[in-house]
Each structure stands twice: as C-alpha cells, then as structure tokens.
C-alpha cells in the first residue's frame, strides 16, 4: 500500500508503521485499497510536477490578468480558476478521506451531496487567500513517487507569502489529480477529517451536513452584501476550517 497516500502530516499525524490498530489509519487503509483497486494501472504521460506547474501557471495567469481586476468581472474571475482547479482536483477523493468510515454507508445521492458541500468549503477557504499567489514565486522543490501516487514539495515565496505547499496527487487512467494539499507540514484533509468527526460524534452526520451548508449560505451572503456578519455566523465559520488557516 503507498506510503504516500498513507504519510499524514507532523500535526497530530502518526506513521504507517505505528499504531496500526487505530481508527484513522484502518481508515486510510480501507480508502487507499478501494482507490488502487478502481484505479488502472496506467503510467501518467506527465509528471506529478509537471501537472502541478501547469496548474498553478494557469491560476497565476488568471489572477495576473489585468481585464478580470476589474471588480465587475471578478465572479467571472473566480469561474474561470475553479474551472483549472476543477480539472486538476479529485474532490471526490479528497471528501471521501477527509469524511473516513462514515463514507461507506451513504448512498450514491447522499454522496454526491456530500462532495458538492466539500469542494465549496475548499473553495470558499482559498479564494481569499488565492491573490497572494500572483507575485509569488513558486520554486519546486522535489517529487516523490510511489505506484500511483506522488507528492511534489514546493515553497511560494513572495511580499505577502512565505509558505511550504506540498501536493499529494494520484494517478487516475494517465492524469494526475490533487487528493491533498499540505500547507506548512499541515495537511488539509487531515483537519478536515478531525473536525468532521468530532461534529458526527456531537452532532450526527445530518448535523455535519446542516453546518456544511449554513457555512456555504454565510460565504454566499458574504460575497452578495456589505453587511457585516453576525457573530453566529462567523462562529459557524471559523468551525469548519483547517488548523493553521487563518482568515483576515
């Protein structure tokens, strides 16, 4: 099984090779074999970092362009980097790990659900933090690969960033697709999945879901008015949002 796909991050995050009787890592192990099992095994015509260049000069060239600054366009702005990211993204890998054992028992329509909440969470938390990429400069560090699996170490460095930003990806029928980001040694899906199952647990999966879509109604309300948001709903917020994200 790829020790990629299983090596989480320093931050609360255990090795493979240790503690093999606990939940999350029976967890992972369960999800890792159902993806090399649905996945053929066909060598990508590109490498790992090459998919992640063209993904980040795409986004880049979006944000540098001077015409979608203009605040008119800048839903349009947005359409056209969720429709890069969208093409480079496994959002349904990444909400199937981040969610873990409860995955298993929804149905196919509760599943599709769950996805489009998760991807808009994703979406919501990086596009305020996506400008700073523009004149930042992205140095790639290195790239590992294991089977059908690859993670490629970069560092962004500019006037407002300094941050390691380390992408996990896999192989699906020759393309590359990101599963994870890890973001200064803090892996996304990891908080997510910490923070969900402590909702299930207080709360019930239904309870996750009604949280997951408040928080979608709040950013929606957020980028329609001026108005500042209730306490409440900045509490709701702040809840589902990965360790080490600091909002503005």
Partial sequence: MSQLFNR?????????????????????????????????????????TASVKRTIDDVTDILKNEALKQPSRAAERRQQIEGVVR?????????????????????????????????????????????????????????????????????????????LLDFRLVDKFGQWFVYDVIIDDASIISNYHAQFISIIRDHSYAGLVKMMKEKALVVKAFETTTAPLRSSQKQRGAYLRPAGVVED
């Fill in 8 to 48: 989480t991050s320093s931050q609360g995050s255990i090795s493979s090779n240790r503690r093999l009787g606990t939940t999350y890592v029976v967890m992972i192990g369960i999800v890792a074999l159902l993806a090399l099992i649905a996945t053929p095994a066909i060598s990508a015509e590109q490498t790992a």
């Fill in 87 to 163: 093409q480079r993204v496994s959002y349904e890998d990444m909400a199937r790990i981040a969610l873990g054992v409860p995955w298993f028992a929804l149905t196919d329509t509760d599943r599709q659900e769950f996805v489009g909440l998760f991807a808009q969470l994703l979406r919501d938390m990086f596009a305020g933090k996506i400008d700073t990429m523009a004149d930042a400069q992205v140095l790639y560090l290195s790239e590992r690969r294991e089977q059908g699996f690859a993670e490629v170490r970069t560092t962004l460095v500019g006037q407002k960033i300094d941050t």
